[in-house]
């Protein structure tokens, strides 16, 4: 499967503990993006990577939530704490960075629960 | 006011109906408009992009009115498949690559 890809697909977890989730993008993206989707909503962006570097973030992503792509290809979402409001889908897209139109092909997304 | 609104439906039609669906936008200075489809507890993905002088592929055709700031999408001959909730999409200028989404609107077509 040469797709976006993400791991887990599930989680649940109790409120206060630490989460990490991992995305895998299609090889050759160089640009990588997480997003936040919760029941009934629209995915709302939260942090974006060309390469390595971190070059925009959401108003979204309080300090709790840190995301990293050490060798520009896959990329992990740290969330410390956990809240019941983190609770949402989190999906990560991945697009090739060039040309007039970037399309973004997002990954499976990864469900946390937080009890 | 939201950055991108639609009308969440559902909207409910048979087989072989036409349906409309509706979106507005709020900043004036975005330049790249989209229709992506989400299929329940599956990721978004690319539907059609949105010109300024309209496009159409298929059954589908998506409508740009930028001094209304104003998308639309038509489906004609719907069919079972197409049951969906479909999300109007805007790039943002000030992130230069985040999309923003509508909530999204639900269309369900029945036998």
Redesign the interface.
Known sequence: DTGVSQNPRHKITKRGQNVTFRCDPISEHN?L?W?RQTL??????LT?FQNEAQL?K?RLLSDRFSAERPKGSFSTLEIQRTEQGDSAMY?CAS?FGQGE????F????TRLTVL | RKEVEQDPGPFNVPEGATVAFNCTYSNSASQSFFWYRQDCRKEPKLLMSVYSSGNEDGRFTAQLNRASQYISLLIRDSKLSDSATYLCVVLSNQAGTALIFGKGTTLSVSS
């Open positions: 640009r993006y997003y009934g909503q629209g995915p709302e962006f974006y925009e959401s999906l697009s139109f970037d399309e973004q997002f990954g499976p997304g």
